[in-house]
Each structure stands twice: as C-alpha cells, then as structure tokens.
C-alpha cells in the first residue's frame, strides 16, 4: 500500500474491528482496505447488519459513509469524521474531483476482441447507459432507450491467472450502481466470480468477484493536499 505523506497517519497498518486494515486516518477522513464480503453499510433483516461502517463506528464514533463498494469488491474505502467533512468529501465525488481505478480479472481476451487504442498504456471508453432492470433489481442493465449515461475507461494489463482471462485497471467516470459489472457483462468479457452478471462456468472460475478498488486520489478538503492511496488486490 501507498499513501500520499500524511499529517496525522496514527492508525495505518492497524486493524479497525475484525477483518478491516486501515489504511490512512487522520482528524478529518479515514481510508479502509474493505474485504470481500462485507458490506459497506447495513442491510435488511437482522443477517445483514454486519458491515465496515459499523465496525469502524465502534471505534470511531464520528465516521460517516461518504461512498460505497459492493459486498463482493473489495479495496480501498473513504469515510468523513463528522457531518461537515462528509459533506465536504460528498461535493468532491458529487463534482467527480476524486480520482478512482480499480483491477479486475475478466473471461476472456479482452485486448484482442475488443477495440482498444494503438499505443499500449492508452485507455479505451465504454459508453452504455444503465437502467435498474426493474423485474430482477437489484441488476442493473444496458438500455440505450432509458439508461443514464455511464462511462468506463478500461486497459489491458496482461494475462490473469486463470487460461483465457484478462487482467484488465478501470476508471469509472460516471457512478452507476454495478457500473463496472454491467459494462464488462455487456462486452462480453464478465468478471471472473461474478454470482450476478456472469454465467455460471465463468462464476465457477474464481472463488470470489475479482474486482478490487486499488487507487483513491483528491485533494484534501481541509488543506487542499493532493492524496492519493493505492492497495494491490489479493488475486
């Protein structure tokens, strides 16, 4: 993991409750490696109250969600201390001020059956619109008719791990629900693990969703210092 220099670095390295590294803190806003697995807020009925924001709150009090990963992603995670910092960092995400690209391990060779630029390290747009599939929400779908505009920047890394897979870094531009799950479906390459948009071999390939938020950069609210952490997944 990296870090920008922090002022008030006390906690990184250290655990915030069972299962949850932090990665920075300061008096203002806290950064979280969250597992897969975990939600980040609480959800319906008594089985889905264990979440990060919970375990953080037991430890720190003021801590506010200001974004959200999905249970099954894991990485990087933001949170304000208090109701004006929440604030504050929900304006950065708000004016897509902070910087976010995450890695996955997608089915098949994506650098050879899609358009991709010229020139190796250059990225690629995905540009689909995405509606709540109403009859089977939470799944999120590709409507060109209704969908709200949503883009993706995406570029081939190399082989993943698993025969026929693409280890592929993505910038979301918009921030859609499933965003990055619905995109990569709709290409024909779905993220290896994934229980809600791929089919069932390509579920059956790894033994989670392969998706990790690995970088967060903004420049911080209280003294308009450049951030930027960045965590490598464990796949």
Request: proline share 8%; with cysteine.
């Amino acid at each position: 993991m990296q870090t920008a220099p922090p002022q008030n670095n006390y906690l990184a390295g250290h655990a915030a409750g069972e299962g949850i590294e932090t990665v920075y803190a300061d008096d203002s806003l806290l950064v979280f490696n969250k597992p897969a697995g975990l939600l980040s807020v609480p959800g319906r009925g008594e089985d889905k109250q264990d979440c990060l924001s919970r375990r953080v709150q037991q430890h720190h009090p003021d801590a506010l969600v200001v974004h959200r990963l999905d249970m099954a992603t894991s990485g990087l995670m933001l949170m304000a201390r208090g109701a004006e910092m929440q604030r504050a960092l929900s304006r950065l995400f708000e004016n897509r001020e902070v910087h976010k690209r995450y890695v996955a391990v997608v089915d098949g060779l994506m650098h050879e059956n899609q358009p991709a630029p010229q020139n190796p390290g250059e990225w690629a747009l995905i540009d689909l619109p995405i509606a709540v599939d109403w009859p089977h929400r939470p799944l999120r779908i590709i409507d060109r008719e209704h969908g709200k505009p949503s883009q993706t920047r995406w570029r081939s890394v190399g082989s993943g791990n698993a025969a026929n897979s693409t280890r592929v870094e993505l910038e979301p531009v918009t921030g859609r629900s499933h965003q990055l799950r619905v995109h990569l479906q709709a290409l024909g390459h779905p993220i290896l693990g994934d229980q809600l948009y791929a089919p069932a071999e390509v579920q059956a390939r790894a033994p989670r969703l392969l998706l990790h938020a690995a970088m967060l950069a903004f420049s911080h609210p209280e003294n308009g210092r450049a951030m930027r952490f960045a965590c490598e997944p464990g796949f």
